[in-house]
């Protein structure tokens, strides 16, 4: 159904309320004939087969893995008062209805990914209370220099049947690390292997230098990632546990070459998420594209 509608849905999209007013269908096309890995978040590799609901009992995984280079979960990134303080500061702002049954807070520019075109629009900075998570940034050696240019503050209620469709964060806008912090709720994400490489403006990745190597060290050579597509059926489901309070980072391979999603089976109570972009390497100082960035830059350095 390609209309707007009055629960925040367009196009494709749908939640369980215009699912039921509109009689539509929603199917999860997941291919999982080559297996269903899981991602353990202590030893960083893939386990087939492996009940995500155990990641934790490190003592069950089997010989049986793959190597999944590109992520990184720091587990308990935030306290239980430092997520309640959080919480508290969201839940006291307006929000906005959004598509598949979520509703969001945006802190961030204007950006038009098609037309490649940005502006600050009505960005101000972040709010002051949410200034501690990114402070708590430089605790974490992968995310060095990091400079946040957008904040998302993302819900996901099951009762809407919340969830967000595959796809690669845009590639000339937002730079190789991929932040999310999770909230209120267990959940997963769910990799599928990309086959729309001429989407996402996935082009533009080889034209600027990797922040980070497949080891999640600093790329100090500054050499270009280049995007590689391998047989589709040879790939499996890939899981990703994001336990509550924990921060996902995404860079790399998993960044630029898988397309991530959340099930809606996969959301079986409230969840709230904030989700950080910096900017690609054009857009800092010295970038061709710097002068377009700076006034962002600055804004973002701004706290309400």
């Known amino acids: 159904m390609e209309t707007c509608r009055s629960c925040g849905c367009k196009g494709i999209r749908t939640c369980l309320l215009c699912e039921e007013k509109y009689n539509i269908r929603k199917c999860t096309n997941l291919n999982e004939k080559n ?18 609901q155990n990641f934790n009992i490190h003592s069950e995984h089997d010989d049986n893995f793959v190597e999944f280079p590109g992520i990184y979960i720091k587990l308990d990134f935030l ?7 959080l919480l508290e500061g969201i839940n006291s702002m307006p929000w906005q209805l959004s598509q598949s049954g979520r509703r969001k807070q945006n802190f961030g520019p204007k950006c038009n990914f098609n037309k490649r075109k940005i502006q600050p629009g009505n960005f101000i900075g972040f709010p002051a209370f949410s200034k501690f998570v990114q402070e708590k940034f430089s605790s974490i050696e992968m995310l ?4 946040t240019i957008e904040q998302c503050s993302l819900e996901y209620d099951s009762s809407r049947g919340a969830s967000i469709d595959p796809h690669i964060d845009d590639c000339w806008i937002w730079g190789e690390r991929i932040v999310t912090v999770n909230l209120l709720a267990d959940t997963t994400l769910t990799m599928t292997y990309n086959q729309k490489p001429s989407k996402y403006n996935l082009d533009l990745v080889s034209t600027y230098p990797s922040v980070l190597d497949e080891k999640g060290l ?11 597509y391998d047989n589709i059926k040879s790939w499996p489901v890939v899981r990703i546990p994001l336990p509550r309070r924990s921060l996902l980072l995404m860079y790399g391979k998993a960044r630029y070459e898988w397309e991530h999603q959340i099930l809606r089976e996969d959301i079986v109570e409230k969840r709230v998420c904030l989700a950080y972009r910096e900017f690609t390497p054009p857009f800092l100082e010295g970038g061709d594209s710097y002068k377009y960035g700076k006034p962002i830059l600055d804004i973002a350095q701004k706290f309400f």
């Open 144 to 147: 060095k220099n990091y400079q």
């Open 79 to 85: 306290t239980m008062e430092e997520e309640k303080h």
């Open 218 to 228: 600093f790329s100090h050579d500054k050499k270009e990632f280049v995007v590689q």
């Open 35 to 52: 297996g269903t890995y899981t991602y353990c978040p202590f030893c960083e590799k893939c386990f087939i087969n492996w009940n995500i």
